[in-house]
């Protein structure tokens, strides 16, 4: 009985020693991949959501940050600010892609977002600079230009006096400049040119030419791509892109008016409050890395702002830079007079084409 003793604390000791183990294999590093991945919260445009170029970010991101990415999308330009205006609070969003130097309005916009810190290494063309305490960081940039469907049109106009020919009556489509950012930018861009009386004097000019008004950039593009329509105004990098992703893509080119163009710039902002800063310029530089912005060209047709990203050989006859209007008009003219000016659009087209 004795002797059987020494063979039970044995077993005991075995059993003790089992358990232990099992407790030592629950290391940290375990318990680290056990935690729920962390939210992080991304508006942006629905048209940059299925142009694919956040789902070309993600996975690398989210699995070397251990986070998982929520996309909320807006319509257009106007429902993007509108949410951003209203998000100050309840800081639903970490970061915000698809502002634009149109409808973001001066220092009350600005104040709404964190300053960033972005690599050292990154540069960003001069140009592209919305504002410069480092809170809206620009990824993308176009030149206003005339787009015209070859196969209806050959020779294009190449100015806008030419644009007022009754030979191009119900030809054009424009963009809504309250929702569209294309749309802003060609109000803009015609006050810049003809001023405060002139601008006024050209769109009723041209409104026998114009055929429809289109809520988006998008939906003038497919008029103008069906051949509903033969002419829009647009991004200088539009017909490029229209060959690099299509099949049998439709005849778009486009012609830099000669009068001058209007700098549309693409960028993004960290809200104020955003939850997940950190992660937001982890995003953000990744974005501005050459890999990613050569993407802008084949996503969203715009020419990448860091000028260490190389452009696919479409883009080789696309205007990188224009002579450009927009100093012409100074941040605080349009704060004082975008309200009288899209006054103005309404009186002449709102009963007519929405």
Sequence with gaps: MS???PVR?????????????GCKAASPKAVTQNKAAIPFNILTLTSINNSGLLRQLTPAFE???????????????????????????????????GLDNCFLNGAEDYSLFASTELPKKIKIRSECQIEKSGRIIPYGYGYLALLYNQAKINPPPETFGELQDAAFQ???????????????????WTVALFGETGYQQFWKSIKKNIFTVSETSQDA???????????????????????????NPAPVALSMLQEGSFLYVEAAA????????????????SLLTPEHQTQMTSCLGLLPVNDSAPL?????GTPYYAVSVNNQLSQTTIEHNLNNWLAFWDRLFSHTLY
Excluded: Y
């Design 63 to 97: 699995q070397a940050n251990h986070c998982k990415v929520s996309i909320t999308g807006c319509a257009n330009s106007a429902e993007l600010m509108e949410l951003v205006r209203n998000d100050k609070e309840i800081r639903r969003f970490d970061l915000v892609i």
């Design 270 to 285: 960290i809200p104020k409050k955003a939850k997940q800063k950190a992660l937001a310029e982890a995003f953000l530089s």
């Design 170 to 188: 119900n030809q054009m489509v424009v963009c809504n400049p309250h929702t569209s950012a294309v749309g802003r930018a060609t109000l803009l």
């Design 221 to 247: 593009l497919n008029l103008l791509q069906n051949q509903t329509c033969s002419m829009t105004f647009g991004l200088s990098g539009t017909p490029a892109w229209i060959t690099q992703t299509q099949t």
């Design 3 to 5: 002797k059987q003793i």
């Design 312 to 316: 696919p050989t479409l883009f080789a």
């Design 9 to 21: 604390i044995l077993v005991l000791l075995v059993i003790v020693f089992s358990l232990l183990s």
